[in-house]
């Protein structure tokens, strides 16, 4: 009983109320509906365009602007289209709801790209703000958090309710309008965002991929196709408004131009791909210089779209529709010339070209509107990024058999030429054997030859010193002789006249003041000749001798010199030594004697060769238990490839002019061997040459005649 008379009194309530209400006025939308189903809008609103864009909201409603608008064209039932316009469009929408109760609905704009709408819902009694949301203002102001711009109406009961809309953008202005009931908008958003996460996540999967790919094998075409799909992802995350969403969402300026660049610059990356996928630069020459030069312009152009995007629309559309003629041309050019890829990639392309088609045709209402449709773009990219990937896996393995089919042809020609050098070894061996023993018998005479050479030198080195010493004593020498004649002749004169008639007391005078002097002369040349001689005896004794024994440096020096200068007495240059005195060494002289000897005969050959004038200067100085000589010369110099082999045996610069190559590279052996020391040398050109010995003022073990003879065998 009292669920029926509860039931009576509900169903009576609702008749009286139902009878209360006055019916809605034609032109206005009623709310009251209950489904599923959203309501198309395009028909019922009017329409006016503000082309100062300075109308507020508030103006908009006083009764001479309510005038201006006017109906929209019947033919457009889904989207409004306005095209590039910078004018502001105003829209107005009458909503009423004859229920007894509150209604709640969601208006919904579907085009993400739209720069900017406000929305005032005008409700007698009722204050209201304006509500706004677009690609140009902060996502964080929409009223209801949506890719697209989604704004809530309540329309009180048994009431009516006014809707302005102003709109503007950047990008092509189409507005395409529905109303929903609150609940099964949730539903729809909810299956719409599953939507997109399958094609977002699918999009991830192919880029995670490729880029493990690129990094596996270093391949730049799989970067370019990571580069490219990453590129499309964000346009069509930008055209759906998830990059506003997710990506950028406070970001004003760069939103509202991000689809112009991002489509350009995706594009200028697919022309990239497309040369290096089809091998345009083999099959096609100059087709691929088009595709280098259309690349150019569209990596170019998305720096000129955010400079003047409006400006530059209509010229860049007319660019991207070539961009697609020339790859979609190139494509079936090399498809037909045989190119295996180049199927694969025109079903991909041709896949996101329909995509594409399948959105401006949605939005010109050519087709009709469900979930292929609404979808197109993403399922075109999917399709797209799916084949292109596939096609690179294809060209991945097909590029792994050539690599097997290669490896299998090297491993074959290596094993003949394996075989062949196995031959080879056997020949070589043969020849090894026989050639090793005649460069055996050659060697032992290249030794024999250069122990010769190495002796020669030596030997000329002292008989240079032996004719100079000769030359020097012929002057002594022959003095003494000419004195002792004539000193002979005057006595024999003397003697004859004392055994004959007598000799006169001025005679004998006379021969007295004449013997006198003679006798003087006679003692300073015997005197000449014996310091000629011991020194020569001195420096030839030390040099045979190569034994070991306490000497003054200055003394062996000095007896070097006067051994030295007599050969070379009329040549333009001298000879200072600048020693103290009591400088002593527990050394080899003989050696040592032989290294400064041969450095100064170098002097001598090079350094003053075409100069009027020279000295050498040889200097000593103790540095703690060490001697450091000096021979230093102000001559020529030489220069640094010169001067970077004159210790190499038999290098000469007057080779066939009485040079034999030996002098300093005996004397830097003499010098390290024998005496425990290092020689260096110093020079450039024009400042002449310096050379530095340092050796130890007490060799401290005794080299003997066996190191003594390796140091000069070490020259071969």
């Known amino acids: 009983m009292k669920l029926g008379a509860f039931v009576a009194a509900a169903l009576a309530g609702m008749a009286l109320a139902v009878s209360a209400v006055a019916a809605p006025p034609s ?12 309501v198309a809008l395009v028909q019922q609103f009017s329409q006016w365009v503000d082309p100062t864009g ?15 608008f006017g109906p929209v064209d019947p033919a457009q039932t889904r989207a409004l289209s306005y095209g590039f316009t910078s004018d502001a469009v105003w829209l107005r929408l009458k909503l009423a709801n004859p229920s007894s109760a509150d209604v709640q609905r969601v208006l919904e704009i579907t085009n993400a790209k739209l720069s900017s709408v406000q929305v005032k819902v005008v409700t007698p009694g009722v204050a209201t703000e304006v509500m706004q949301a677009g690609a140009a203002l902060p996502f964080d102001e929409r009223a209801v958090a949506n890719r697209f711009l989604v704004f809530p109406v309540n329309v009180p009961a048994a009431s009516e309710a006014t809707v302005y809309l102003r709109v503007q953008s950047l990008n092509a202005m189409v507005l395409p309008a529905r109303l929903w009931e609150p609940q099964a908008y949730a539903r729809y958003v909810r299956n719409d965002y599953i939507d997109q996460a399958w094609y977002f996540g699918m999009a991830m999967a192919m880029l995670l991929f490729n880029l493990l790919l690129f990094a596996a094998l270093r391949d730049s075409i799989y970067a370019l196709y990571v580069a490219f799909s990453l590129s499309a992802a964000l346009s069509i995350a930008t055209i759906g408004g998830l990059g506003k969403e997710f990506l950028w969402p406070q970001s004003i300026w760069w939103a509202d131009v991000a689809l112009a660049f991002l489509n350009n610059f995706a594009a200028g990356l697919l022309l990239l791909f497309v040369r290096r996928m089809l091998n345009t630069p083999m099959l096609m020459p100059r087709a691929d210089k088009l595709l280098w030069v259309c690349a150019l312009v569209m990596l170019v152009l998305p720096v000129y779209c955010l400079i003047d995007y409006r400006g530059l629309v209509h010229g860049v559309l007319v660019v991207q529709l070539f961009v697609a003629l020339v790859i979609g041309g190139v494509a079936a050019w090399c498809a037909r010339a045989g190119e295996r890829s180049a199927w694969t990639f025109l079903l991909a392309f041709s896949a996101l070209l329909l995509g594409g088609v399948v959105n401006i045709l949605l939005n010109f209402e050519v087709l009709p509107f469900n979930f292929w449709t609404n979808n197109g773009l993403q399922i075109g990219s999917a399709v797209e990024m799916v084949m292109l990937a596939l096609a690179l896996a294809d060209r991945f393995n097909l590029s792994r058999r050539e690599t097997l089919r290669a490896q299998a042809d090297a491993l074959g020609a290596e094993r003949q030429l394996v075989e062949s050098l196995r031959n080879s070894e056997r020949l070589l061996e043969e020849r090894v054997h026989k050639r090793t023993g005649e460069l055996s018998r050659a060697v032992q005479r290249l030794e024999q030859t250069q122990a010769e050479l190495v002796q020669s030198a030596k030997l000329a080195s002292l008989g240079s010193l032996v004719a100079g010493i000769a030359h020097e004593l012929n002057t002594p020498i022959g003095n003494a002789l000419t004195v002792a004649t004539t000193m ?4 024999r004169q003397i003697k004859a006249d004392i055994e004959g008639a007598g000799i006169r007391k001025s005679t004998l005078l006379q021969y007295l003041e004449n013997v006198s002097p003679m006798a003087d002369l006679l003692v300073r040349s015997c005197e000449r000749a014996a310091g000629l001689v011991s020194s020569f005896k001195r420096v030839a004794v030390d040099q045979t001798s190569e034994e070991r024994r306490r000497f003054d440096v200055k003394n062996l020096v000095d007896d070097i010199c006067a051994s ?4 070379h007495k009329h040549l333009p240059w001298v000879i200072h030594v600048d020693i103290p005195e009591g400088l002593s060494c527990d050394s080899y002289p003989g050696p040592l004697g032989q290294a400064i000897s041969n450095m100064v005969q170098n002097a001598v050959t090079h350094a003053f060769e075409g100069r009027t004038q020279g000295t050498v200067r ?16 102000d001559g020529n110099g030489m220069p640094p490839e010169v001067l970077g082999r004159i210790f190499d045996p038999f290098f000469t610069t007057r080779l066939g002019q009485g040079g034999s190559g030996l002098g300093l590279s005996i004397s ?4 390290a061997g024998v005496m425990g020391g290092t020689l260096l040398a110093l020079s450039e050109p024009g400042s002449g040459s310096k050379f530095v010995l340092s050796f130890p003022q007490e060799r401290r073990h005794n080299t003997g005649p066996d190191v003594l003879e390796s140091t000069y065998a070490g020259l071969s």
């Open 27 to 38: 032109d206005a939308v009623d709310v009251s509906w209950r489904g599923e189903a959203p």
């Open 564 to 567: 030295l200068r007599p050969g």
């Open 54 to 68: 300075s109308v507020t909201a508030e103006q908009v409603q006083q009764p001479e602007w309510r005038a201006r």
């Open 618 to 633: 040889i200097s000593a100085r103790q540095v703690d238990r060490s001697i450091e000589l000096t021979i230093a010369d």
């Open 488 to 491: 002979d002749e005057a006595t």
């Open 668 to 671: 830097q052996n003499i010098v």
